[in-house]
């Protein structure tokens, strides 16, 4: 979902388009692999990612808080439509809060992802679908 609102916000090509599928294609086929072989491992690593993601997000709201900062403008931005229904935001929400959002989706991941690799053999996953 992260994906499709920046793609909705910047409009880009369709050879950049196709990069990016084709990019996804070749990283969901190795970390399939990569799963099968070590999912521990791939939910720590993901976890991680997760971390650094919650990071640059903040990192992010703090340039559109500055008041001469590069991305103030996203202050007053109106949000992707794409992001309103996704993330059921009132009609007149900007870039801001879809960022705090964004965040708050990566935030929750990396605490999914660390507690699944932190599973041992006899534990169930304690999240049920859609969690």
Same mark, same amino acid.
């Not at 993330?87 to 801001?96: E, G, L, V, Y």
């Given at each position: 979902?992260? =994906?499709?609102?920046?793609?909705?916000?910047?409009?880009?090509? +369709?050879?950049?388009?196709? !990069?990016?599928?084709?990019?996804?294609?070749?990283?969901?086929? +190795?970390?399939?692999?990569?799963?099968? %072989?070590?999912?521990? #491992? *791939?939910?720590? #690593?993901?976890?991680? +990612?997760?971390?650094?993601?919650?990071?640059?997000?903040?990192? *992010?709201?703090? /340039?559109?808080?500055?008041?001469?900062?590069?991305?103030?403008?996203?202050?007053?931005?109106? !949000?992707? /439509?794409? !992001?309103?229904?996704?993330?059921?935001?009132?009609?007149?929400?900007?870039?801001? /809060?879809? %960022? =705090?959002?964004?965040?708050? /989706?990566?935030?929750?991941?990396?605490?999914?992802?660390?507690?699944?690799?932190? +599973?041992?053999?006899?534990?169930?996953?304690?999240?049920?679908?859609?969690?």
């Amino acid at each position: 979902m992260h =994906l499709l609102t920046a793609l909705q916000l910047k409009e880009p090509s +369709l050879l950049f388009r196709l !990069a990016v599928i084709g990019a996804q294609g070749v990283f969901v086929t +190795l970390f399939g692999f990569s799963y099968i %072989i070590n999912a521990k #491992f *791939c939910h720590r #690593f993901v976890g991680y +990612l997760e971390e650094e993601a919650v990071k640059t997000y903040t990192k *992010c709201l703090e /340039d559109i808080d500055k008041p001469d900062g590069p991305m103030k403008h996203w202050q007053t931005q109106a !949000a992707p /439509d794409v !992001a309103i229904r996704y993330w059921k935001m009132k009609p007149d929400s900007t870039m801001r /809060d879809v %960022i =705090l959002a964004i965040r708050a /989706d990566e935030a929750h991941h990396r605490i999914v992802n660390h507690s699944l690799a932190s +599973l041992r053999k006899d534990e169930f996953n304690p999240y049920k679908p859609g969690q």
